[in-house]
């Protein structure tokens, strides 16, 4: 049985990761591990999707808690050091692009055990995205890259990683909203909050360059109390940018706390419009057929956008209030979009490529061994 180290820390991770830690305990070649670095620990952004998503409890945990970027970096360096120096791992899987992912690859490669990225090969090209920065540096000490669209194939080769480290698996993402759409169906989230389908705009806005910038925040805030005068606007709203929010909340907006994941997800389908800075929201609204807003000047994922109902729209607040009409008045799609491999099987499709590198490497392994 092989040992594999599986590093969780943000809100994000859970829901990509799940699926794989599922796949991988059916299997049983591979031993999932599970590390929770603690990057994220409110219950509402932390335990509560461990439960739902059904993870087994970590093994680890590092509470490394909130900080700066070099904090957080460091103590998950240090964290995940320390647990692989402790016992033999034969790989480590990290997920996305969060602090927690970056550090726990660096720690392993220094250490020489191989990285396995789920999610790799994104590119937003904007370097100013801390997210960005973690990108191409875990690419680059990567062993296998777990990719979900062919340009995030595309984008590897281009920087020079060899074409047969990467592999399209899918969307994991996607598997997790698949499999608990119907419990979220059943859990009544729209009646608790008394709006009804395709009767309300969801929000979530977190980006630093955004909410961490008070007029831009302020901005976004006359944007959606317009819309606000038109259908309800529900903003579960992350702990950053509640942090920032000062002044009454518009009539007709409802700030709450981040929602549950299957709350969020039972909200995400019904909804009438979507506008996001988020990139798991951009891959679950499209596969949902929800409209989509991404209040940002680019996207890593802009298979959302030819293939799914995404729409960049920038981050001047007219040119939201503008795109904010225009899919109002234009209504809702009459399919869902189909993405290929973001079918609720990319979960088995990463399992199997894990198994396959382990095995490769094994096998070269005892191949380098001299004969007795
Ligand atoms: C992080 C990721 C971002 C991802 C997001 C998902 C990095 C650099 N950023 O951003 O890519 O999109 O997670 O949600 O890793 N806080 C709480 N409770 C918590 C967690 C955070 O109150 O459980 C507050 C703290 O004040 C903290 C702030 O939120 O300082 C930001 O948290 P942090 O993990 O540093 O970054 P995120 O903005 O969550
Ligand atoms: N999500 C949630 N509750 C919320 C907001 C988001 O369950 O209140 C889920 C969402 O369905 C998606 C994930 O969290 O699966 C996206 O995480 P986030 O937007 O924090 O991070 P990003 O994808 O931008 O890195």
């Given at each position: 049985m092989f040992e594999l180290l599986v590093v969780v820390g943000a809100r994000p991770n859970f829901v990509k990761v799940g699926p794989v830690v599922a796949s991988l305990s059916e299997r049983d070649v591979v031993r999932p591990r599970l590390l929770h670095t603690g990057q994220h620990y409110d219950r509402k952004m932390s335990a509560a999707f461990l439960e739902q998503l059904a993870f087994p409890e970590p093994e680890f945990q590092l509470g490394i808690g909130s900080g700066s970027h070099a904090e957080q970096t460091a103590a998950v360096l240090v964290g995940v050091e320390r647990v692989l120096l402790d016992e033999p791992f034969d790989a480590i899987l990290v997920a996305g692009d969060v602090n927690s992912t970056l550090a726990a690859a660096l720690s392993a490669t220094k250490l020489g055990v191989p990285v396995i990225h789920l999610?790799?090969?994104?590119?937003?090209?904007?370097?100013?995205?801390p997210e960005e920065i973690n990108r191409v540096v875990c690419d680059r000490v990567s062993d296998l890259l777990l990719c979900h669209s062919d340009e995030a194939i595309d984008n590897l080769v281009g920087e020079g990683?060899?074409?047969?480290?990467?592999?399209?698996?899918?969307?994991t993402m996607i598997d997790s909203l698949m499999r608990l759409l119907p419990a979220a169906r059943a859990g009544g989230a729209l009646s608790r909050l008394r709006i009804s389908p395709r009767d309300y705009v969801l929000v979530t806005l977190h980006r630093p360059s955004l909410v961490d910038d008070p007029p831009s925040l302020a901005a976004v805030f006359d944007v959606l109390a317009e819309v606000a005068r038109e259908l309800p606007v529900i903003f579960p709203m992350h702990p950053r940018t509640r942090a920032r929010l000062s002044g009454d909340v518009p009539s007709g907006m409802l700030v709450t706390e981040p929602l549950e994941y299957l709350d969020f997800i039972a909200l995400e389908e019904e909804a009438r419009l979507v506008i996001t800075d988020s990139g798991g929201v951009q891959e679950e609204t499209s596969v949902l057929g929800v409209p989509c807003l991404t209040?940002?000047?680019?996207?890593?994922?802009?298979v959302t956008i030819t293939h799914g109902t995404?729409?960049?729209?920038?981050?001047e607040p007219l040119a939201l209030r503008e795109a904010c009409a225009d899919s109002l008045r234009a209504g809702m799609l009459d399919h869902r979009p189909t993405i290929p491999l973001?079918?609720?099987a990319a979960g088995p499709r990463a399992a199997e490529a894990i198994e396959a590198f382990l095995d490769r490497r094994l096998s070269a392994s005892a191949l380098a061994q001299p004969s007795p």
């Open positions: 999610e790799a090969g994104l590119r937003s090209g904007d370097w100013a995205m990683i060899a074409r047969d480290r990467a592999v399209m698996v899918g969307n209040y940002r000047t680019t996207t890593e994922r802009p995404n729409v960049l729209v920038g981050t973001w079918d609720g």
